[in-house]
């Protein structure tokens, strides 16, 4: 089974930037699997962010098009996903996901802030 570990959350200020990280934990090859970011605040439905295919192609939320980027370094086994221009807005958890067969596998999260 896969172990999603997300790394790079935290608190930055309106306008500022932070990349997310997304890997297996043991370095599983994410290559032929769809990878998508989700993000949830407190009683809020879990909202899809941005996804990346397995064969290059991607997609985002209203939202996050044009400031958010999702990427790929096929050599780390990692998916990025890079946010410009943050808005403030509540605190949320951003989670990956990917589906293996029948199996869906989400990360802890990592929470993202942003704030003057």
């Known amino acids: 089974q896969l172990h999603l570990v997300e790394s790079g959350g935290g608190l930055v200020q309106p306008g500022g930037s932070l990349r997310l990280s997304c890997a297996d934990s043991k370095a599983t090859s994410l290559s032929f699997y769809t990878v998508r970011w989700y993000r949830q605040s407190p009683g809020e439905q879990r909202e899809l962010v941005a996804g990346s295919g397995s064969g290059g192609s991607t997609d985002y939320a209203h939202f996050a098009r044009d400031r958010f980027t999702i990427s790929r370094d096929p050599a780390k086994k990692t998916v990025y996903l890079q946010m410009d221009d943050l808005r403030p807005e509540r605190t949320a958890t951003y989670s990956c996901?990917?589906?293996?067969?029948?199996?869906?596998?989400w990360g802890q999260g990592t929470r993202i802030t942003v704030s003057p």
């Open positions: 996901s990917t589906v293996l067969g029948v199996f869906t596998y």
